[in-house]
């Protein structure tokens, strides 16, 4: 497969960035921001949103969709990433559909696909317990309850928990519990950490379900989810969701490493701008040799990481059997180069840099939270090295 | 059955009658590349042969026209014939700069006559050339070369001295920038000479490298006579010439970065693997492992860059920018791979001379990638270049 994007896609890029600059400019967040507002995102945004096919790019038309992929997504997360644009195409969609189309019963996927794809049902996926991504690490347990089940711990860190009408919780039915998977190594995929996890759809609304909102360095939306006897419906096959997990993961982390990129793109732009226009020592600060060459190394990290974000996408879409390689491969790259392109913003703007008002502080806020989602650069990078067998 | 698998088939039925066994398995050491040339001295008969047969074929060239020696095959039929000779494990028949490097501007900016009368002989590796860019006064600042061609009415006079010339004392063509014009401004006093080093006046020294080889040349012009038939363009325009063939060469350059498909060569991982042993289903050694993968995480991200470019220039996009981020990368990644090996290797990856080290290899190749980021343009000059033409920074006066 080509590795370019198709007429089509190209126009949906255009479209989608030409959509974020105008109606979601870095201003939209900062509004949000100094506002406090509860939601997070704008609801209107986001009914427009879905009116463009945005919330059912990979969902087929049965469900609602536009039958497109993910390199669909990735497209529009690139260009939601360049404004720092908020809404729920992370969590509801790369997240929540992707689960809930990998493992939901046809009733099910009825259910919720259709309502998720006209921007009216918000979904998420409550995975972590901690601050870090460990997958494998659930000690929330789910105990059979008549027909339903019956689910108590705490989850952290559940982006768009908050608001999420439907929250699809990793708990466990049997197998070890935190203690076990702790010994037996860092996310090891077929450790007995992973054995026995199941997939629930819990309402927010039910008895049991206490949700509070969790306020982040980069302005967007994160919850925690303590659940006490609340009552989960199964999706999937009990005791055995940890490849669909895996997989979700993997969509989700394709998807963020293409916010990610279009986040590095627009500060990195903005600040070859600054090169550009400032002037010390009477000259413009572009140049000095010792920016030009620093600016010159992110250009080249930059393009490496469009190679990687596509190659992931693309995998995911042709469910080409090394797609999981590919998506720690994405994210390992992509995090380096954010983090380079986000540290430099701001050394490259001077004192500027480090104020509120200039804009490449916000970027950096959200590079390193977008960083630490589902995995930052050493977990992925671990995780490389034994997907490669080493 | 469709035109390609009949082609195929008769590619693979040729290939498997006319490759001789002996290159039909991976080369132990350098010695063993075929270069041709006048005076070449072939390493066995098979290698004669097979350079014969393949030469005969127009496949040692085979995209280029049949006219100038190629074997006029459409890129699908390349990429089938590359892979068939991939899947039998056949050498390559002939290693050589002028394919390389001359080849393409001659085909750009040469005359009709010019490219009958050379490019042939580039195709059946009878006539073997060599590169006259840099000089002692001028390498990365190339335009300020001073080597003169001074028009005598029937010929050019040719003085100076060049350097670096890679296997300038094995060559029997160079390829040649000299000034025409010492008056006019440095990139507009430049011509593109070509002419025999056989040649009265022409003379050279080989330079011993940090590696032991000795590959490359100083090179002395002494009152040369140059007929005016070898001049390639137009006089004064040769700097578009040597930046069109620079551009090749770059690209060239990057591809040791990426990991070539189907390689038999043992690969970094299976030597660290062998040399740093497994535990618990881990490389047994945390501190190299971290390493290793953030390398094949490069590695891999530049290999797909590779790729989408040349995707991207399929689908009509200008190679142009992309050219210097290849060569920067493409030749820093390569470095590190080579330090890595050395890393894995130990103390045995450093062995000099002797069987047990297969006459030191592995240190040989690790000292020669260093000037993967030296040849062709250093490293800063690349980034020189991407940040005023890609990033279009502002330049200093
Ligand atoms: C193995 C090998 C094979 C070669 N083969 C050939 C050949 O066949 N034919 C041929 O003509 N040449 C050949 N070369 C020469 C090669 O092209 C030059 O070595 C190269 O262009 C650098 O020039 P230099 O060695 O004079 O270094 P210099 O230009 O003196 O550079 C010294 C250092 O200064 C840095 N520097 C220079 N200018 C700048 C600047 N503007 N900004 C920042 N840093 C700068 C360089 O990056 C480098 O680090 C070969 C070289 C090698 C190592």
Redesign the pocket.
């Known amino acids: 497969m080509a590795l370019v994007l198709n007429e089509e896609q190209h126009l949906l890029k255009s479209s989608a960035e030409a959509f974020f600059r105008e109606r979601a400019p870095v201003t939209a967040l900062r509004a949000l921001r100094d506002t406090a507002d509860p939601t997070g995102f704008s609801r209107d945004l986001w009914r427009e949103m879905a009116a463009m096919g945005w919330a059912g790019t990979f969902l087929p038309e049965e469900y609602g969709g536009i039958g497109c992929g993910y390199t669909e997504l990735g497209v529009v997360m690139q260009a939601a990433g360049r404004t720092l644009a908020a809404s729920p195409l992370f969590a509801t969609v790369a997240l929540g559909a992707s689960a809930v189309l990998l493992a939901g019963s046809a009733e099910q996927k009825e259910r919720l696909l259709p309502a998720v794809a006209a921007g009216e049902t918000l979904l998420t996926v409550a995975l972590q317990e901690g601050p870090h991504h460990r997958p494998e690490r659930v000690a929330t347990s789910a105990v059979a309850n008549g027909e339903g089940y019956m689910l108590s711990g705490a989850k952290t860190y559940v982006p768009d928990g908050h608001v999420a009408d439907v929250i699809v919780v990793v708990a466990r039915t049997a197998g070890a519990g935190d203690e076990e998977s702790a010994t037996s190594g860092e996310g090891a995929g077929d450790s007995a950490g992973t054995a026995g996890l199941s997939l629930f759809l819990v309402d927010r609304e039910a008895a049991g379900v206490m949700i509070e909102r969790r306020s982040m360095a980069d302005s967007r939306n994160m919850a925690e989810v303590r659940l006490d006897g609340a009552t989960g419906e199964l999706l999937g096959t009990a005791g055995e969701a940890w490849p669909v997990i895996d997989t979700v993961i993997d969509r989700a982390n394709a998807v963020l490493a293409a916010e990610m990129l279009g986040s590095a793109q627009a500060a990195f732009e903005r600040t070859m701008e600054y090169l550009k226009t400032r002037e010390q020592f009477g000259a413009l600060i572009g140049t000095f040799?010792a920016l030009q060459h620093r600016a010159a190394q992110m250009f080249c990290e930059i393009e490496l990481s469009k190679s990687v974000v596509l190659k992931a996408l693309e995998a995911i879409d042709a469910d080409a059997p090394d797609a999981a390689l590919c998506a720690s491969l994405a994210k390992v790259q992509v995090s380096d180069m954010l983090r380079l392109v986000s540290d430099e913003a701001i050394q490259m703007h001077g004192g500027i840099g480090m104020t509120d008002e200039e804009d490449v502080g916000l970027y950096l806020k959200r590079a390193r939270v977008a960083q630490q989602m589902l995995g930052d650069e050493n977990c992925h990078l671990d995780r490389y090295a034994r997907l490669r067998g080493y | 059955m469709d035109e390609l698998e009949q082609f195929r088939q008769e590619t693979r039925a040729w290939l498997e009658a006319n490759c001789p066994a002996s290159m039909r398995v991976p080369m132990k050491t350098e010695d063993e590349v075929c270069w041709g040339g006048r005076h070449f001295e072939f390493s066995s008969d098979d290698q004669r042969l097979w350079l014969q047969r393949m030469g005969e074929k127009g496949w040692t060239v085979p995209d280029w026209p049949v006219q100038y020696g190629g074997g006029g095959l459409d890129r699908k039929r390349v990429k089938i014939l590359h892979e068939e000779m991939r899947n039998l494990g056949c050498r390559s028949p002939l290693s050589s700069l002028g394919i390389l490097l001359l080849a393409p501007a001659m085909l750009k900016y040469a005359s009709e006559e010019q490219k009958l009368e050379h490019l042939p002989k580039i195709a059946r590796g009878e006539i073997r050339w060599?590169?006259?860019?840099?000089e002692p006064g001028?390498?990365?600042?190339?335009a300020s070369l001073s080597t003169s061609a001074v028009d005598m009415g029937d010929h050019y006079l040719v003085n100076g001295a060049?350097?670096?010339?890679?296997y300038g004392d094995k060559a029997d063509w160079i390829f040649c920038l000299v000034r025409t014009d010492p008056d006019a401004p440095k990139h507009e006093g430049i011509s593109f000479l070509l002419f025999d080093m056989e040649s009265e006046g022409v003379s050279t020294a080989p330079i011993r490298?940090i590696s032991g080889a000795s590959?490359?040349c100083q090179t002395f012009f002494d009152n040369v006579k140059v007929p005016k038939a070898n001049l390639v363009g137009e006089l004064n325009k040769g700097w578009t010439i040597a930046k069109h063939l620079l551009q090749h060469e770059r690209s060239s350059a990057a591809s040791l970065g990426a990991t070539a498909p189907g390689s038999r060569k043992q690969s970094l991982q299976e030597m660290a693997v062998d040399a740093i042993g497994m535990k618990d289903g881990k490389l047994d050694d945390p501190i190299f492992r971290q390493k290793l993968a953030r390398f094949h995480v490069r590695e891999q991200a530049f290999t797909l860059t590779m790729q989408r470019v040349g995707d991207e220039m399929k689908a009509g996009a200008d190679p142009g920018p992309a050219s210097s981020l290849l060569k920067y990368y493409g030749s820093e990644t390569n470095k590190e791979r080579r330090e890595l090996m050395i890393a894995a290797g130990g103390l045995d990856a450093l062995g000099w001379e002797g069987e047990e080290f297969e006459e030191g290899r592995l240190a040989r190749s690790w000292l020669r990638s260093k000037?993967n980021s030296?040849?062709?343009?250093?490293?800063?000059?690349q980034l020189?270049i991407i940040a005023k033409r890609v990033l279009g920074l502002p330049q200093a006066d």
Do not use: M, V
């Not at chain 2, 001028?138 to 190339?142: E, V």
């Open positions: 040799q | 060599c590169q006259g860019y840099s001028s390498g990365s600042d190339l060049k350097i670096w010339t890679s490298l590959p490359f000037a030296i040849e062709g343009g250093t490293s800063e000059i020189n």
